[in-house]
Structure formats: C-alpha cells, structure tokens
C-alpha cells in the first residue's frame, strides 16, 4: 500500500497493469489493496486503476513507519547525542525519524518531553524517567499529530532548551517543508519557543520543497540526515550556516556485518 501511495503521488494516476508491474503483487492482491486505499479516502479507483486523491496528501504515518528505518535510527542516535544531559527540556514534533529520537532516548533522565505527536507521548510515557507534556488541537488522521490553535497556544506558553523537528523536505530553496499548512504553523510556533532547533531527515528529504513552510533555514541551528542525500542539495544548504551532520549508513552496515562475523 505505501508503495501504490508513492507511485500515485509521483504520477498521479497508473493504471492496474502498470502497478502490478512495479508492485510485483497479483492483480487481485492489488484490486482490494486500492479498493481499502479508496475506502479510507487516501485515493480514487479508476476504470483501469487508480489515481492520487490530491498531490498535496502525504502517505499516512501508520505506512511510513518502515521507510528508510535504518537511516532514521542513526539519524535518531546521532540527534540524541546533541542533548545534553541533566536537566532539560526537549520538544519534538510529529513524524516516523523524530518518533525513532522518541525510542533513542530510552535511558535519558531528566527530561521534559512536549510534543503534539500522540504516537512520540504514548512512546515516552512508557519510559518512567521521562516527564511528558501533550498539547491539545485536532488530531490530524495521517499523522496522529495534534494541529491547530490549541496546540500552538501550548508550546506559545512555554519555553525549550531544543526542538528537535520531522520534515517533509528541507532545502535551501524553501526551507523546511511539510504537506499540510495548519501542521506547518503548529511546528513553526514549536520552532520559535526553542533555544536550538535540529532538523531530522533521511536522505530522501533533503533538497525537496513540499506544500507549507514550517520555518527558514534562518530558524535552524542543526540538519541530521544520511549519506543518502544529495551532496548538492547538503552543500547549498550548508551554505546558509547551518550546522550539518551526515550518518554513514554503508560504515553502520560494515560494523553490524563485522560484529556479525565475529
């Protein structure tokens, strides 16, 4: 499903043949996947196939969870080393890679997690060591994030030590990006109540503009992403000053395959 997601939003509409093709499923496997896919409002079926509902519509949290999971958890590692210890208060957003930061921080004492993301409070809340404060809003269904006037009354309120911020593309063009424009404003009043904001993302984010700006690269102090992504798109935005950090995802597979031999 999150593969008909991503074809469709890259060519907006395929026909049944066409995404057998590139799926590598049956055609009746296929026929109920978009016929679900169509019941839940994320596309429209068509005579012959499907077509993307709206170019806007991002892929659905719950679908995104394993993309790139290698990369985003050494991008999560790499963020958490940038906390410091000891009292601290740590905002995160909503998001599959602020999610794995989420999971990274485990063993980390004395922090005060706000966040809007209902998936990242019920994952901290789990960790005894860990305050956690929710803020209110409407919960968008795509992403389990709680947007709106609420939400951002809540983090206007308060103040962070760092804002660690998912994205749906960052460049030095359109800074940093997401589909929906009331997530966008949410995230930006998040940004603007933060000491540090470090921006996490896979290589597949870096150099993309999407629908709404959630902040300048002005805003943005860190970028943690992989060596997936284009050198380009990295040295333009390093340009601006921001500090960027780059995982080696072939030296993290090397390590795990040495100590597998061993």
Do not use: W
């Amino acid at each position: 499903m999150r593969v008909v997601l991503s074809l469709l939003h890259e060519q907006k509409d395929m026909t049944l043949a066409g995404l057998v093709a590139e799926v590598g499923t049956s055609a009746a496997t296929l026929r109920r996947d978009l016929a679900e896919l169509d019941e839940q409002g994320l596309l429209v079926r068509t005579h012959g196939g499907a077509r993307a509902l709206d170019a806007r519509n991002e892929i659905p949290v719950r679908l995104r969870n394993n993309q790139y999971r290698e990369a985003k958890q050494l991008i999560a590692r790499r963020a958490v080393e940038m906390i410091p210890t000891g009292p601290h208060a740590l905002a995160l957003s909503g998001g599959t890679t602020t999610a794995e930061v989420a999971r990274a921080l485990r063993n980390r004492t004395e922090l005060t997690i706000v966040t809007n993301s209902l998936t990242i409070a019920m994952e901290c809340a789990a960790r005894p060591r860990l305050k956690v404060i929710i803020t209110g809003g409407v919960v968008r269904q795509s992403s389990f994030e709680a947007v709106g006037s609420l939400s951002e009354y809540t983090f206007n309120a308060i103040n962070v030590a760092t804002a660690v911020l998912g994205t749906d593309g960052i460049s030095a063009a359109g800074g940093v990006t997401t589909h929906d424009e009331t997530e966008a404003r949410t995230n930006h009043a998040m940004v603007a109540k933060a000491q540090r904001v470090i921006v996490v993302a896979d290589g597949s984010k870096v150099g993309v503009v999407t629908f709404a700006k959630m902040a300048d690269l002005s805003e943005i102090n860190d970028l943690v992403t992989d060596t997936s992504a284009d050198p380009e798109a990295l040295a333009l935005i390093a340009a601006t000053g921001i500090a960027v950090h780059v995982v080696d995802l072939a030296l993290a597979e090397a390590r795990r395959d040495g100590q597998s031999a061993e």
